[in-house]
């Protein structure tokens, strides 16, 4: 597995586990949490973390950015005017060039609208920005994502928060047989044996919020999580056999006693 690299935009991260920093209990669980995870890409929505108010608990205080790659997103953002004064805004507090693009389309589904999303894309990567898109499970829009300049393509698996799991796994199959970047499921799971799938779907790694975060005990599901990443990748990387509708013998036809 030492060869197995992870790499987004020319940097190699160790944990294929992605987590986000939103809705837990308090900035002490969050840190406890994402330790356990073993993640190091924690994303952070700008326009809801606090990162600049010294007088308010700051992320940063729980979260050592040296150790940690802040991801910032667009959370909350439901045109591109917004999405991109956000990112404009992340990098002119931190620098942070590595993005997560995210552009809803209603307030009640949270679905990308990717005619906004496409179009944020394309003038981002333009600013030099480096792009990891939300969108959805449709390949063909996928692939115009790509072709646009983004560095990661992040298809949801069910609704945000919904706990769903991989709705279509058709459709991922279909994205990860035509991209070469980074093939990251974000949003809709629920459980640990979700990114299992997702990862012996070939995916290249999961990205985790609420699953972790309300979740009956937090910090459990956060070690689950690592350890199902790390054996549906493993997995994936054997070879599953194939799939038959009939029986096969384990043991040799000759020989019997």
Known sequence: MSKDKFIIAKKNFKSRLIVG?????NMKECA??????????VTVA????????????????????????YLPNTAGCFNSKDALRTLRLAREIGGWKLVKLEVLGDKKNLFPEMIETLKSTEILTKEGFQVMVYCNDDPLMAKRLENSGACAIMPLAAPIGSGLGIL???NIKIIRSQTKLPLIIDAGLGQASDATIAMELGCD?????TAIAKAKKPFDMALAFRNAVIAGRQSYLAGR????????????????I
């Not at 920093?21 to 209990?25: D, M, P, R």
């Not at 790694?205 to 919020?209: A, K, R």
């Open 241 to 256: 056999i194939n799939k038959s509708i009939m029986g096969e013998r384990s043991s040799p036809k000759k020989g019997i």
């Open 32 to 41: 406890i949490a994402i330790n356990l995870s073993g993640a190091d890409i």
């Open 46 to 69: 700008v326009r809801r973390v606090n990162i600049i108010d010294k007088k308010k608990p700051l992320l940063m205080d729980y979260i050592d950015p040296k150790k940690i790659t």
């Open 21 to 25: 920093t939103g809705k837990y209990k």
């Open 205 to 209: 790694g999961v990205l985790v919020n």
């Open 168 to 170: 279509n796994q058709t």
